[in-house]
């Protein structure tokens, strides 16, 4: 997926108004009466999600770990609390 950018500023007034209104619930935008897209609010911590979940250096973090987990090659939380409260006391 590529994400472009643009200014608020590059868009005409009716768009910019509908990217406003989008900070106190979702815009819905539609085409001959049939949903198409979504303006959001990015501070939704769902649309985070999302768009991480979409994010493919994201995705492949997520499938080392994964891998190392299943390899052995991974400690516990408990293990790294452990670990770091020893070289603390040294």
């Known amino acids: 997926?590529?994400?472009?950018?643009?200014e608020l500023e590059s868009l005409d007034a009716r768009l910019r108004?509908?990217?406003h209104v989008a900070n106190?619930?979702?815009?819905?935008?539609?085409?001959n009466g049939t949903?198409?897209?979504v303006i959001r609010d990015l501070n939704d911590?769902?649309?985070?999600?999302?768009?991480?979940?979409?994010?493919?250096?994201?995705?492949?973090s997520i499938r080392m770990a994964r891998q190392q987990i299943a390899e052995g090659r991974s400690m516990t939380?408990?293990?790294v609390r452990a670990k770091y409260?020893?070289?603390e006391k040294e």
């Open 77 to 79: 939380l408990a293990e």
């Open 17 to 19: 108004e509908a990217v």
């Open 45 to 60: 911590d769902e649309v985070v999600e999302d768009l991480l979940a979409q994010n493919p250096e994201f995705l492949e």
């Open 85 to 87: 409260a020893a070289q």
């Open 1 to 6: 997926m590529n994400t472009q950018v643009l």
């Open 24 to 31: 106190h619930g979702l815009v819905l935008l539609t085409e």
């Open 35 to 37: 949903p198409k897209f």
